[in-house]
C-alpha cells in the first residue's frame, strides 16, 4: 500500500483520523497481502506520520461502516465482498428551542457542518422538543429506532427525563450541552455562563453603573440563571420576565399585539426601578425592544450590554452606535467540542467524565 501523505479534504479542520480512513477506504484493494490483510498499525502510523491512535481511530471508522474486520487492536482485514462505500452514518440532536425560529435554523446549519467535518460526513437529524419532556423521550426513541450513533441533547430542563437518558446511554452514547440533567451521570460541554455573570457584572460596576434591567424570556435555563445570580453580586438587578419568543414569532406573522403589550411594560419597568444599565442574553431581541423603542432621552442614559451567537446577525443603527458591550458564545464551538468528546466515546467505548466549559469571549 502506498501512501505516505495525508492530503487535505472538505476544509483544513478535517481530523486527521478522518483523512487517514478516507485515503484508507479508497486503498482497500491496493498492495494487501493474499488473505486481504492490512499493514499493522504501528506500519501504518509510520508510512502516514500520524500516532498510533489516529490509526486505531481511522480503524475503528472503517469497521462501523463494515469494511474492515479488526484483530486484536493491531491490524485489520478486509470484510470479504464488501462494496467500499459506505452507508451515511446518522446522529440525532435534540433542542427545546422554538421550531423554525432563527436560532435553530442556525443551530442546524452549525450541526450539519460540524457532523460533516468531524464525522467523515454524517449527516445530524436535529429536531426541537418545543419545551415537552414526553415530546423529548419520543424523539430520542424515534432516533434509536432509526439507526443514529449517538446523540446531542440540550435539554427541555435539569429535572425530567434524568432517568430515561441515563439508561439510554447504555444503549448509545448520549453527550449533553448547554446544561445539565438533574443526576443523570453523562458528559456535559456548556457555556460558562456563571464566569460571563462575574466579568459583565464587573464591568457594569467599574463604569459607575449600579442598577441593571435583565431583559429576560419568561423560562430561562439554569444557564442563564447562574449568569444573573453572579451579575447581583456586583450590581443591583431586576428581572423583566416576558415571553420574548412568543413576541418574536408573531412579530414574524406581521402581529405586533404583545410587541406593543411588552415595550409598554417594559418602558415603565426601566423608569420605576430607575435603571442605569440594561443587560440580555438575546441581542437582537434587546436591540428592538430598547435600542428602537425606547425614547432616545431614556436610551441614552442606558448602558446596554448583550450575549451574541458567533453567527453575526444584523443590527440596526441604533444598536451600532450606541456602544453597546457584546459577550460572543459560539455555538460552533460547543457543538464541535461535544461531537469530539461523542467520537471518543464511540471509539473507546468508554463514556467520558465531567463537565467541560467554553468561556464566553467579550467582544472588542
Not at 4 to 32: I, P, Q
Not at 107 to 128: G, K, Q, T
Request: aromatic share 6%; net charge positive.
Amino acid at each position: 500500500m502506498s501512501g505516505g501523505k495525508l492530503e487535505r479534504a472538505n476544509g483544513e479542520r478535517e481530523a486527521h483520523y478522518v483523512r487517514l480512513a478516507r485515503h484508507l477506504r479508497n486503498r482497500l484493494g491496493d498492495g494487501l497481502s493474499a488473505d486481504g490483510r492490512l499493514p499493522s498499525y504501528r506500519t501504518l502510523a509510520d508510512e502516514f506520520s500520524v500516532s498510533i491512535g489516529v490509526v486505531q481511530r481511522a480503524m475503528e471508522l472503517l469497521r462501523q461502516e463494515s469494511l474492515v474486520q479488526i484483530h486484536h487492536g493491531k491490524s485489520g482485514r478486509i470484510v470479504p465482498g464488501k462494496s467500499v462505500q459506505p452507508e451515511i452514518a446518522k446522529y440525532g440532536m435534540i433542542h427545546p428551542y422554538t421550531p423554525g425560529n432563527d436560532f435553530e435554523r442556525n443551530l442546524i446549519a452549525i450541526a450539519s457542518d460540524v457532523f460533516d467535518r468531524e464525522c467523515n460526513h454524517a449527516v445530524p437529524i436535529v429536531r426541537s422538543s418545543n419545551g415537552s419532556s414526553a415530546r423529548e423521550r419520543e424523539l430520542a426513541e424515534t432516533m434509536v429506532y432509526n439507526g443514529v450513533r449517538g446523540m446531542l441533547l440540550s435539554p427541555e430542563n435539569e429535572s425530567a427525563n434524568a432517568n430515561y437518558f441515563q439508561e439510554l446511554a447504555r444503549r448509545i452514547p448520549v453527550m449533553l450541552i448547554d446544561q445539565p440533567l438533574g443526576d443523570a451521570d453523562l458528559p456535559l460541554v456548556m457555556f460558562d455562563y456563571a464566569a460571563a455573570g462575574e466579568e459583565i457584572g464587573r464591568k457594569i460596576r467599574r463604569s459607575g453603573r449600579r442598577r441593571t434591567l435583565l431583559l429576560l424570556n419568561e423560562k430561562t435555563n439554569s444557564s442563564i440563571e447562574a449568569l444573573t445570580a453572579n451579575m447581583s453580586v456586583h450590581v443591583t438587578t431586576f428581572a423583566f420576565r416576558t415571553p420574548l419568543f412568543r413576541m418574536a414569532a408573531r412579530v414574524k406573522q406581521r402581529d405586533f399585539a404583545l410587541f406593543d403589550t411588552i415595550r409598554e411594560r417594559l418602558l415603565k419597568e426601566l423608569e420605576a426601578c430607575e435603571a442605569d444599565s440594561v443587560f440580555s442574553p438575546f441581542d437582537i431581541l434587546l436591540d428592538h425592544l430598547v435600542c428602537l423603542e425606547m425614547p432616545p432621552k431614556l436610551r441614552a442614559r442606558l448602558q446596554c450590554a448583550a450575549i451574541r451567537g458567533d453567527r453575526l446577525e444584523w443590527h440596526s443603527r441604533n444598536y451600532c452606535d450606541s456602544g453597546v458591550w457584546e459577550w460572543s458564545a459560539s455555538h460552533t464551538d460547543l457543538i464541535r467540542r461535544a461531537v469530539e468528546r461523542l467520537n471518543r466515546w464511540q471509539f473507546s467505548h468508554q463514556m467520558p467524565r465531567g463537565v467541560r466549559k467554553i468561556k464566553l469571549k467579550e467582544v472588542k
